[in-house]
């Protein structure tokens, strides 16, 4: 009896298309400038996995596929200057609610924006995901339940 084999490729992106509103802007005490926004919209996955299993006592299988959905989303942001350079960040998202077969799509964000000038900023953070979808295809049920935590580093250039 030989040994299985089992090669995984997931690939995800989506992009997001939200209007904001402010609730809540202006300056604190100390003259440091502070907002809160809520925000709804919509949002488009794109989401690749496949699973090709070879080796051992079967003839193998390819598992997954592709699959890509529109999903409504809202959402919540606050941000706080810490000083002239620095800026603080939270917000909170949430998308799916069973359209699209997308129960429930979330996310958590805490960072800090470094101002590089007008222009520019280098963003560092720490964001919580998470997707709990699925869908009944011709081939079987395609499902994806996940969280992920990490670090995060970006850049920033207004126009």
Do not use: C, H
């Not at 280098?122 to 081939?139: A, M, N």
Request: net charge negative; no cysteine; charged share 20%.
């Amino acid at each position: 009896m030989g040994n299985a084999t089992a090669d995984v490729d997931v690939t995800q992106y989506w992009i997001g298309l939200l209007g904001a509103y402010r609730v809540l802007g202006g300056t604190d005490a100390a003259g440091r400038k502070r907002s809160f926004d809520l925000s709804a919209g919509v949002r488009y996955n794109s989401l690749k996995q496949t699973v090709a299993i070879s080796g051992g006592p079967g003839p193998g299988a390819n598992l997954g596929g592709t699959e890509a959905w529109w999903e409504p989303v809202i959402g919540a942001r606050y941000a706080w200057q810490i000083n002239d350079r620095w800026t603080g960040g939270a917000s909170i998202d949430a998308g799916g609610f069973g359209v699209n077969g997308d129960d429930l799509q979330w996310s958590a964000t805490l960072g800090a924006d470094y101002s590089l000038g007008d222009r520019g900023s280098i963003k560092l953070g720490l964001r919580y995901y998470s997707i709990d979808y699925s869908t009944t295809r011709s081939d079987g049920e395609f499902a994806y339940d996940v969280d992920q935590f990490g670090p995060f580093i970006g850049y920033t250039l207004s126009f």
